[in-house]
């Protein structure tokens, strides 16, 4: 099984700070790679899918970049709405997996 | 509008079985494969089980395989996951989840729409 590592677990930035979160795989999945943002009590929602592609209707500062074993979320301009676990997930072969989440609060 | 409502949650024993649903709308739900992921409590995503849109194929995570089946009933909509043999390592939050349609035809194996969840609980 492909192994998806998330970096930093958890992270705290101000208020239009420019905030990335790298996900790591553990093998080449090309670019069959999904970002999502959960809230408490909440089920996930999709920001991104290969690996760049804004899913419709998700805010422009969200972006997603990265190819191969290593990739990057970007929040430029973090809102507070943007309070959430994140978590990456690969696609590319069976079983998908998915990282182990980053928390990202304000300070 | 998609919706996938999820039900069939609950307290189970150690050793029970319990089967869960999501009725699906706002898709044609028969020309989509669809999937079961998990989250247990303060944990993170675990992808449990996919089907292909006719049920041909099935595909289970290591953990659940031999205890779990996933079926589907197109006329109906609804995607169920027959869960058995529960362990305390399968209380989670369910949900199922419909891949993304590309604009030029064809799905993407990520996740566009997600159900609310259903609570199972394995306990004595």
């Known amino acids: 099984d492909i192994q998806m590592t998330q970096s930093p677990s958890s992270l705290s930035a101000s208020i239009g700070d420019r905030v990335t979160i790298t996900c790591r795989a553990s093998?080449?999945?090309?670019?069959?790679l999904a970002w999502y943002q959960q809230k408490p009590g909440k089920a996930p929602k999709l920001l991104i899918y290969?690996?760049?592609t804004l899913q419709s209707g998700v805010p422009s500062r969200f972006s997603g970049s990265g190819s191969g074993t290593d990739f990057t979320l970007t929040i430029s301009g973090l809102q507070t709405e943007d309070v959430a676990i994140y978590y990456c997930?690969?696609?590319?072969?069976?079983?998908?997996?998915f990282g182990q989440g980053t928390k990202v609060e304000i300070k | 509008e998609v919706q996938l409502l999820e039900s069939g949650g609950g307290l189970v024993q150690p050793g029970g079985s319990l089967r869960l649903s999501c009725k699906a709308s706002?898709?044609?739900?028969?020309?989509?494969?669809m999937s079961w992921v998990r989250q247990a409590p303060g944990k993170g995503l675990e992808w449990v089980s996919s089907?292909?849109?006719?049920?041909?194929?099935?595909y289970y995570a290591d953990s659940v395989k031999g205890r779990f089946t996933i079926s589907r009933d197109n006329s109906r909509t609804t995607l169920s996951l027959q869960m058995s043999s529960l362990r305390a390592e399968d209380t989670a939050v369910y949900y199922c989840?419909?891949?993304?349609?590309?604009?030029?035809?064809?799905?993407?194996?990520?996740?566009?729409?997600w159900g609310q969840g259903t609570l199972v609980i394995v306990s004595s």
């Open positions: 989840a419909k891949p993304v349609t590309l604009v030029r035809g064809g799905t993407v194996d990520a996740f566009d729409f």
């Open positions: 997930h690969e696609y590319s072969s069976a079983p998908p997996t």
């Open positions: 290969y690996a760049s």
């Open positions: 089907l292909s849109p006719s049920a041909s194929s099935t």
């Open positions: 706002g898709f044609t739900f028969s020309t989509y494969a």
């Open positions: 093998q080449d999945i090309s670019n069959y």
